[in-house]
């Protein structure tokens, strides 16, 4: 499967539904949960506030960030893919409390009103948009004038670095073999295309401003494994 193929994506990440949440959970040794604890963390979400999470998946930044916009607010958790949407509407079945929703739809072309919410965060989104600088664009779009937001994913590496070795040792010789033991195997395979037309850092950035941003700050968590695009309208 090659990146930039949407209904490819799709079918992919319908695929890996029941075993999405197991498998980030084994095979980042728990570890994004704190990833994603450090994007809340830096993009300060208040009570009252209404948030997106793009790209919800089965929800679990969703359900995080729906704590910390209660009494008042709300999260709306929007993806493209059926079946992982239905996950997380299970998983907030079990917590009613939380003022969350759920909407199926595209990242780039979302439907939603101009200058609506207060936030957005997306985990592990950017990189399988078929074009990241549309998702940029109709983030821009949809965020009111004094919005953040957050774009948690993997830091693209130079190769031949050090840290590039690492994340190309871990993806082929940890992720890839463990996912291929579940029937996975070209799903996860997938990961390392996708992070390879992947905008660095300092590109995600630029983008971001083209887009529309006024700020954009990238910073990188997990050793420079993993990346953060903080932005602000
Ligand atoms: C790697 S998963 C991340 C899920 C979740 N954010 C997390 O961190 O656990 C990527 C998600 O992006 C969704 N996705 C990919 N392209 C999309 C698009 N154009 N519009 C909406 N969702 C999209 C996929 O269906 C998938 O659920």
Redesign the pocket.
């Known amino acids: 499967m090659k990146p930039g193929d ?1 209904q490819s ?2 079918n992919l ?1 319908n695929d890996l539904a029941p075993s ?1 949440d197991l498998f ?1 959970d084994l095979l980042s040794f728990g570890l ?1 949960r704190v990833w ?1 604890r450090q994007l809340l963390t830096w993009m300060q979400p208040i009570a009252g506030e209404n948030w997106l ?6 929800g ?2 969703a359900l995080s960030l729906a704590r910390f916009v209660r009494p008042g607010g709300t999260v709306l958790g ?4 059926a079946k ?1 949407l239905e996950i997380a509407k299970k998983r907030a079945k079990k917590k009613p409390w939380l003022p969350l929703s759920w909407m199926q ?4 072309d979302t439907g939603l009103p101009d200058n609506h919410f207060d936030g957005a965060v ?4 950017l990189r ?3 074009n990241p600088i549309d ?1 940029l664009k109709e983030l821009h779009r949809i965020l009111k004038p004094d919005a953040r937001a957050g774009i948690l994913d993997f830091n693209p590496l130079i190769k031949n670095s050090l840290q590039g070795r690492f994340q190309t040792f871990y993806l082929r010789q940890v992720v890839v073999p463990l996912a291929a033991q579940a029937g996975f195997r070209d799903h996860y395979s997938y990961l390392e295309e996708s992070l390879r037309v992947f905008p660095q850092g300092s590109t995600q950035e630029s983008l971001a401003l083209e887009a529309g941003f006024k700020k954009a700050c990238h910073r990188t968590l997990a050793a420079g494994q993993m990346g953060a695009l903080l932005i602000h309208n």
């Open positions: 949407s994506v799709e990440f999405y980030n994004h994603k999470d793009v790209c919800c998946g089965t679990d930044l929007i993806d493209s893919a992982t739809g595209d990242a780039l997306m985990a592990f989104g399988n948009i078929v998702g």
